[in-house]
């Protein structure tokens, strides 16, 4: 059995969804900060989905992300190798400062500019010392939390039309294709401990807000471009932070589905729930 803290959030969803054989376990269930051994009697693996993810509020809160991000992965990692078990951990573009031009490979240099950043890093290193793996994802997006999709559908139906930033490039990742990637990877156990699964190929937040318009039936051209210095956040975001896969593929895991067509198939599986009254697509 795949133990699978953090269970109730996107990711934890779309695993227990997809496999009879994962235990999803709440933050009531399992407190990844006071996690031991005992607490994992019985897996076979772990799949750790439990994280601090409001990325604003951790500026300010950043020793509660840091209990969460860095403390309790390592807590994991320890449990889990002193029971033979392997430890997948969940990790973010964040890590990166996004100065880069081409996508990021797991070996390149990191330098997070946020706290959620740098508390997701002190969680990788905690793993990866202990033996575990840890798998950097992007924009994820599913049917069990809030998130971008949800978000832009909720303003779509309210407004007539909105700005989203266009200078921030990264991979939109349906939490189903990235649960199967996950699933896959600790069936596989590849030598490679460090890895990146995003959905495949690239855009920005202005250009996924134009997708998703697209999916509802709705005309795109409501949405309009603008500057992340237009919309000054609490927590600095990476401006570029593609992630490559091209060591998960070597490894010998799948590729995860092109962004695009996962947004669609993310709209058939119902990740917006249907308005009333809507007429039916296609
Ligand atoms: N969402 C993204 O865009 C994104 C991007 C890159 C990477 N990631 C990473 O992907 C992973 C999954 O993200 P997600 O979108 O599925 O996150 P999510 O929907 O925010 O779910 C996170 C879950 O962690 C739980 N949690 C918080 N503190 C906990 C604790 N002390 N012990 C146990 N569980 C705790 C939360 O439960 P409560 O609600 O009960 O607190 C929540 O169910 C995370 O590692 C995240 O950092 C996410």
Known sequence: MILVPGGRGQLGHDL???SSGVRALSSAELDVTKVTAADLAGATAVINCAAYTAVDAAETDEDRAFAVNAVGPGLLAE?????GIPLVQVSTDYVFSGDGDRPYEPSDPVGPKSAYG???LEGERRVLESGGYVVRTSWVYGVGGSNFVKTMASLESSRPSLSVVDDQRGAPTWSRDLAAGLLELASVLPAQRLLHATGGGETTWFGFAQAIFEELGADPSRVMPCT???FP???PRPAYSVLSGAAWAAAGLRPLPHWRSALSEAF?????AP????????
């Not at 449990?79 to 029971?83: E, Q, V």
């Not at 058939?268 to 917006?272: H, L, Y």
């Open 16 to 18: 227990a969804e997809l």
């Open 79 to 83: 449990a889990c190798a002193s029971l």
């Open 118 to 120: 740098r508390t997701k």
């Open 228 to 230: 992340t210095a237009d």
């Open 233 to 235: 956040r609490p927590a």
């Open 268 to 272: 058939q599986a119902g990740v917006v």
């Open 275 to 282: 308005r009333a009254g809507a007429a039916p697509l296609g």
